[in-house]
């Protein structure tokens, strides 16, 4: 072995990364800090990163972001602070955005998170991982790795210049949607039950929800409102749609659209992708006004059905998964970089206890059964069946709450309180989060029959328009949490009576295209 290997010809290294996006340049970045003698070597195939989706972050990789990864005055100085989430609803009624029912904070948030250009965010990274010590082969392909668990990995890479073959007694896998190791090894799980597409191109010209012109055309925005609305995640929302509205820093705008694909229709193939999410969005009074007059940039087209998968193994002795190579689900709530977190210190632990010694094995396996499970957990409490009832104002504000509320509670509440031990706290797996997963499962499939008989009954939306709920935003405070967990509850019990109990399964409701969408097969919205 090269004891002093430094460079790429070093024969042995301690730990080959593939990717060097952010889960790749952060898993390299951590790793150099917690042990500089660590030999570590990244491989990227792409000369520079271009702009792509995960441009919101939300409190847990805020989190990972600021402390974790020490870029706060980087985020502050590049990248534009975020301001929460906001949903904008319409129905037959609404005319204009003015008429548009609206969910969001009155204030500004409390607790940090950004909207990123990624591009510029993985670069910076990569560079500080570099400056670490870290090797990096760019451009250069992984074309594939053969694991031996418990000792050398051997990876197999076409450079610009000649195929090479490396070793590295620890691989880890952060090559995203390619899911390098996964789709080898058949560990690879397409979630046929979530058909989502996605969408989605940057945009210039459109138009700044804080002008004065737009406060002046709809009063009704600036009535007992204090915030910001630009810099928030603005949420175009329709029945089993949704578009994400992110504003990033000189300008530009982020615009995309996922879909159910058993609620929603996609455009025919023939136009241009851009012009087919204005055409798809046009159909909204928030969309068609902010829209008016801007130009997607062309080149920036980006596509992709079928969003929802996951790896059935995260690690052994001598890999690890992490970031979109380990899983993803669904990009509402923005939960992708928060999974990058919990992934990449996932790995960096891995990587650290071999360093001391420890059983590897017995880590692996525990990490293993606790992914697997977050992720079906994560599923099933948040997104099975979401789209049947996100375009609903009124159930969409309680379920939104709800999920909100729990989230701060028993998520990102133990890194504020914890430190960075509260990675290990992976979501939804400890004993106390189970009846928690449970509680949400359960109001989750409640909301969505409702809406579903809603549907039914010609009432989905009816709240739609004329609403504005602006609340005054979420923080850590227990008692807060609390109260809102309360009060939600109760609105929800209050609902079941009065109209919830016609879709209970023991009045046996449910009529055929209810049982069709739980089946998975196409319908027309
Ligand atoms: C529609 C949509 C919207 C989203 N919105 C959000 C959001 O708002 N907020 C959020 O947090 N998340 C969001 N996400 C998720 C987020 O984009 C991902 O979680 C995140 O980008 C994954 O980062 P990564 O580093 O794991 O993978 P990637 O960013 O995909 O990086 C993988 C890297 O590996 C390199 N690579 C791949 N294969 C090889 C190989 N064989 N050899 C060498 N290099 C290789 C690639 O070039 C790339 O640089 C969204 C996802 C989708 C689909």
């Known amino acids: 072995m090269n004891q002093t290997c430094r460079s790429e010809d070093c024969e042995l290294w301690d730990v080959a990364i593939v990717g060097g996006a952010l889960s790749g340049a952060s898993t390299a970045l951590i790793l150099k800090r917690k042990d500089p003698s660590l030999r570590i070597v990244l491989i990227e195939k792409n000369t520079s990163f271009k702009r792509r989706v995960g441009e919101a972050t939300v409190e847990v990789s805020g989190y990972f972001l600021c402390r974790t990864l020490g870029l706060t005055r980087f985020l502050t100085q590049t990248q534009l602070c975020k301001n929460g989430l906001r949903f904008w609803f319409s129905n037959k009624e609404s005319e204009n955005l003015g008429d548009c029912s609206e969910i969001g904070g009155r204030y500004l948030s409390t607790v940090p998170s950004f909207l990123l250009d990624r591009s510029v965010l993985d670069e910076e990274v990569l560079s500080r991982a570099r400056e670490m010590g870290v090797s990096i082969i760019r451009p250069a392909l992984v074309k594939s790795v053969d694991l031996y668990e418990g000792g050398e990995q051997t990876l197999h890479l076409q450079t610009e210049n000649s195929d090479k073959t490396i070793k590295a007694r620890w691989v880890i896998d952060a090559s995203g949607v390619r899911c390098l190791l996964a789709r080898k090894n058949n560990w690879y799980k397409p979630n046929p039950s979530h058909p989502t597409l996605a969408a989605w191109t940057r945009w210039k010209g459109v138009k700044d929800w804080d002008d004065a012109n737009l406060a002046e055309k709809y009063?009704?925005?600036?009535?007992?409102?204090?915030g910001i609305r630009g810099t928030a995640t603005n949420h175009i929302i329709g029945d089993g749609w949704w578009a994400w509205w992110i504003a990033l820093k000189g300008g530009d705008t982020s615009i995309g659209v996922v879909i159910d694909q058993r609620r929603a229709k996609w455009p025919p193939e023939e136009e241009p992708l851009g012009e087919k999410i204005r055409e798809f969005l046009s159909s909204h009074p928030v969309a068609r006004?902010?829209?008016d007059g801007a130009e997607y940039i062309e080149g920036d087209i980006n596509f992709r059905r079928n969003l929802p998968y996951s790896s059935s193994v995260q690690s052994g002795d001598g890999f690890a998964l992490t970031g979109d190579a380990l899983a993803f689900i669904d990009p509402f709530y923005s939960p992708g970089m928060d999974w990058i977190a919990f992934s990449t210190m996932a790995a960096v632990n891995l990587?650290?206890?071999?360093?001391?010694?420890?059983?590897?094995?017995?880590?692996s396996d525990k990490l293993n059964k606790q992914f697997a499970m977050s992720y079906q957990r994560m599923f099933e409490a948040l997104y099975l069946n979401k789209y049947d009832y996100l375009g609903d104002y009124e159930i969409m504000r309680l379920g939104f709450r709800l999920d909100i509320a729990f989230y701060y509670s028993f998520i990102a509440y133990f890194l504020f309180k914890d430190g960075e031990e509260g990675f290990k706290e992976i979501p939804f797996t400890s004993p106390q989060a189970t009846p928690i997963f449970a509680l949400m499962r359960l109001y989750n499939s409640r909301f969505a029959a409702i809406a579903r008989k809603r549907r039914e009954d010609g009432r989905f939306g009816r709240l739609n328009s004329g609403q504005r709920d602006l609340f005054p935003g979420f923080n850590f405070n227990r008692s807060f949490l609390l109260k809102i967990i309360t009060k939600s509850l109760f609105a929800w019990a209050l609902l079941e009576i009065k109209e919830g109990w016609k879709s209970w399964p023991v009045f046996n409701l449910n009529t055929a295209n209810d049982q069709a969408i739980e089946e998975g097969e196409p319908s027309q919205a």
């Open 219 to 226: 009063p009704s925005l600036s009535k007992n409102y204090v």
């Open 289 to 291: 006004e902010m829209m």
């Open 351 to 363: 990587v650290m206890a071999w360093r001391k010694g420890e059983n590897i094995q017995v880590l």
